[in-house]
């Protein structure tokens, strides 16, 4: 009976953290798109740029115009710990070629 309560106390603390980075994509016009990165361990805020631009490479494979509207967000990681200490977001707007 022990090692169940253990077993379901690990699920829920796994559960409770979010995969690192949380990306996002979403079409707004023909070859437009917004770009959302959220990060639970950010140890440096370029970091999240530059996820942004891997995003945005995966998103347009001919090429994309430069990170338009960049803007700070509120993190939406975390945990039931608060494990996430050094969260952060971005958030950009980018037109593919």
Known sequence: MKRLGAGALMVL???????DPQLRSKRIGPG????????CHM?????????????????CPKGTGPLEALESLPSRQGGLLG???RSGALRAEVRCR
């Open 83 to 85: 494990e996430c200490l």
């Open 32 to 39: 437009h798109f917004r770009l959302t990165v959220d990060r």
């Open 13 to 19: 603390l796994l559960a409770g953290c979010q995969s």
């Open 43 to 59: 140890v440096d805020p370029q970091l999240l740029e530059h996820d942004l631009r891997e995003l945005a490479s995966s998103a």
